[in-house]
């Protein structure tokens, strides 16, 4: 069945490095998306990729999709306390979304 | 997210005991979510359901089940809970593929 894969699972930051996270899909993907949890919270929707190649960005974060739909990264550029939180990938093939075991982020201010 | 609610927030049960957890929407979303989240695992699919009546299962559907008799109430119950069902469990909203889902608040269930 599909998989989805997401690296690093923790990554620990001085505030105003960049961070990325990386998610791979055994599979060809539909589309994927992105969500947020801040620490005791809920996933949050961030958003939606769908075309091969595709690069959004809101603010200082970079969301890209590879052109083979198979892998998709997300890049914060100089990290704040505000950043802080699990980052998921959600893969979606067909009627099946998948997400990632998620990239919990720390930022020492 | 506003529209979505959770109850009980919080529960405590001892195993064999049957649970049931509730989620709330009032935004008429036809599609509703049971998921899990536990360390290293992610969120992962239970059940889902694409309509009143209408539910199909997801990934670790085994020992769970669901009902939607109404567009607002999803209810996820648990038979006779065990041990490995201790988690936080989040039901989320949405229109379906390919639009977004809206999560509520999660319930942590703990099976002593």
């Known amino acids: 069945g599909q998989q989805v894969m997401q690296i690093p699972q923790y990554q620990h930051v001085q505030e105003g490095e960049d961070f990325t996270t990386y998610c791979n899909s055994s599979t060809t993907l539909s589309n994927i998306q992105w969500y947020k949890q801040r620490p005791g919270g809920h996933p949050v929707f961030l958003i939606q990729l769908v075309k091969s190649g595709e690069v959004k960005k809101q603010k200082r974060l970079t969301f890209q999709f590879g052109e083979a739909k198979k892998n998709s990264s997300l890049h914060i550029t100089a990290t704040q306390t505000t950043d802080v939180g699990t980052y998921f990938c959600?893969?979606?093939?067909?009627?099946?979304?998948?997400f990632g075991a998620g990239t919990r982020l720390t930022v020492k201010p | 997210d506003a529209g979505i609610t959770q109850s009980p927030r919080h529960k405590v049960t001892e195993t064999g005991t049957p649970v049931t957890l509730r989620c709330h929407q009032t935004e008429n979303h036809r599609y509703m979510y049971w998921y899990r989240q536990d360390p290293g695992h992610g969120l992962r699919l239970i059940h889902y359901s694409y309509g009143v009546k209408d539910t199909d299962k997801g990934e670790v559907s085994d020992g769970y089940s669901v009902s939607r008799s109404k567009t607002e109430d999803f209810l996820l119950t648990l038979e006779s809970a065990t041990s490995s069902q201790t988690s936080v469990y989040f039901c989320?909203?949405?229109?379906?593929?390919?639009?977004?889902?809206?999560f509520g608040p999660g319930t942590r269930l703990t099976v002593t």
């Open positions: 989320a909203m949405g229109q379906g593929h390919p639009y977004e889902q809206y």
């Open positions: 959600a893969g979606r093939r067909n009627n099946d979304m998948r």
